[in-house]
């Protein structure tokens, strides 16, 4: 059974950097493709980032330069290290792995 738990969340100053992490269990961990995802209340959910198993990287226009997503394929966890976070960086962050399988989300406040 596919399990994602993501990790890191909290309360952070605008400027401020965190880290979350996302552990994965299943064996297909190394050869998918995985996602961050956020969502505010109310708002649809918004891609952030990708990483394929080969380690190629894309990001959102909002957090390129600013987020780095990377993978360690040997301990089944993706990782999300947010720098110079913004009050409009808060939101609920989710782990998708394949399009198909969601972690429960870790939350993320950047206070002004």
């Known amino acids: 059974q596919v399990q994602l738990v993501e990790s890191g969340g909290g309360l952070v100053q605008f400027g401020g950097s965190l880290r979350l992490s996302c552990a994965v269990s299943?064996?297909?961990?190394?050869?998918?493709?995985m996602y961050w995802y956020r969502q505010v209340p109310g708002k649809q959910r918004e891609w952030v980032a990708a990483?394929?198993?080969?380690?190629?990287?894309n990001y959102a226009d909002s957090v390129k330069g600013r987020f780095t997503i990377s993978r360690d394929n040997a301990k089944n966890t993706v990782s999300l290290q947010m720098n110079a976070l913004k009050p409009e960086d808060t939101a609920v962050y989710y782990c998708?792995?394949?399009?198909?399988?969601w972690g429960k989300g870790t939350l993320v406040t950047v206070s002004s």
């Open positions: 990483i394929t198993s080969g380690g190629s990287t």
């Open positions: 299943g064996s297909i961990f190394s050869a998918a493709t």
């Open positions: 998708n792995m394949i399009s198909l399988y």
